[in-house]
């Protein structure tokens, strides 16, 4: 509809937001699929302008379905590369990544990053589905619980080859089931990480529903690495999740971390080419 970043609504079918909160005039903006709604923008006020400019668009609303695993192919040094990002472990997540993960590969890549940056987790079992498209065997995550006994999970088999490098790309705000995944890659030397070290979570719930409606999220076990590290603190601690073997100082969610990704990715390939 031509709207841009920095641009600010400030009416909805006529109404003004100023003073309404933000949950509320989200409100007015939402509705069902297939009706129009008209929203006044105001640009940014450009130097030296006298007056802010205003429009009105009308947008047809629609359910937006935002892809959970978005994929791109780079050209580093000569080597064409695959870059995988996954936002969240939802249901049926460990699919598109396979997919994704395929089509690079078809396309020619020699390697991939699997950008894992601002991921803070989600399902356990798409965790360990997704670890097993790059680890071929072997344990990927043991679930310990005070009242529950130990469970081990294992790689689900039909890995892409091990000759693919692969890359992992942490920050702060990878937690949980990204930390299960990278933490996998790394202790069956199957990936080498990049970033920053991960949030540090080494613990998983269970939710327990309530007679009012509402319901009670319980900590009700730890989760080890397959070389036994919790990456957690201890209990409900946050620990010193995982440690990167190439750090970016600054900027690691801006282009130059994927930048560092893509570079270390480009030297495993050159490494690994036959002399």
Do not use: M, W
Not at 90 to 104: C, N, W
Not at 191 to 210: C, I, N, R, S, Y
């Amino acid at each position: 509809a031509g709207l841009k970043a920095g641009d600010l609504i400030v009416a909805v079918n006529g109404r003004r937001l100023l003073g309404l909160s933000a949950e509320a005039s989200i409100a007015l903006i939402k509705g069902l699929p297939g009706t129009d709604v008209e929203i006044t923008i105001e640009a940014p006020r450009r130097p030296h302008a006298g007056h802010r400019v205003t429009r009105t668009l009308k947008i047809t609303r629609a359910t937006i379905s935002e892809p959970v695993v978005a994929s791109d192919t780079q050209t580093l040094h000569g080597v064409k590369l695959g870059v995988v990002a996954l936002a969240t472990f939802s249901p049926g997540a460990h699919s598109e990544v396979r997919q994704a993960v395929e089509h690079e590969l078809r396309k020619g890549a020699r390697g991939i990053v699997l950008d894992l940056r601002d991921n803070g987790g989600g399902l356990v079992t798409e965790a360990q589905l997704i670890a097993s498209i790059f680890v071929p065997g072997g344990t990927i995550v043991t679930t310990r619980g005070r009242t529950q006994p130990a469970d081990t999970l294992l790689a689900t088999g039909d890995a892409i080859p091990s000759s693919i490098p692969v890359v992992v790309l942490v920050d702060t705000n990878t937690a949980s089931a990204s930390e299960i995944v990278t933490a996998a890659l790394q202790d069956h030397r199957r990936a080498t990480v990049v970033g920053t070290h991960t949030f540090g979570k080494g613990v998983f719930q269970e939710e327990e529903p309530l007679s009012n409606g509402g319901a009670l999220d319980i900590t009700v076990g730890e989760y080890f690495t397959p070389d036994g590290r919790n990456l957690g603190g201890g209990g409900v601690k946050q620990g010193a999740g995982v440690a990167p073997e190439v750090p970016v100082a600054h900027g690691v969610d801006t282009q130059h971390g994927l930048t560092v990704a893509l570079s270390t990715l480009a030297a495993k390939v050159t490494a690994a080419k036959p002399r």
